[in-house]
């Protein structure tokens, strides 16, 4: 399973960003989807979650700030991202679980004026 994920950049705090992911190479619809991130010097750490019937789990820290959702495209994930502050800066993964998990390549995103 590859994934491809896109959407980070540099944006001031308050803006908005909105990450996109694509799942490739699985047999079937991939059931679990979900976003992490790793701060400089900070371990990886769940933002939030989504299964195919569109049950999500978001840390608390993005609570009622970032919406995670999945696309009409078969195995394709979205998150968006409002209100950010710079304790957000960090390089967002792309997952997915089939019988294990599978990561992107990560996109950097940097909050700050």
């Known amino acids: 399973v590859q994934l491809q994920a896109s959407g980070g950049g540099l944006v001031q705090p308050g803006g908005s960003l909105r990450l996109s992911c694509a799942a490739s190479g699985s047999n079937s619809s991939v059931a679990l989807m979900g976003w992490y991130r790793q701060a400089p010097g900070k371990q990886r750490e769940l933002v939030a979650g989504v299964l195919s019937g569109n049950k999500t789990n978001y840390a608390d820290f993005v609570k009622g700030r970032f919406t995670i959702s999945r696309g009409n495209a078969k195995d394709t994930v979205y998150l968006q991202m409002n209100s950010l502050k710079p304790e957000d800066t960090a390089v967002y993964y792309c997952?997915?679980?089939?019988?294990?998990?599978?990561w992107g390549q990560g996109t950097q995103v940097t909050v700050s004026s």
């Open positions: 997952a997915a679980f089939v019988s294990k998990w599978y």
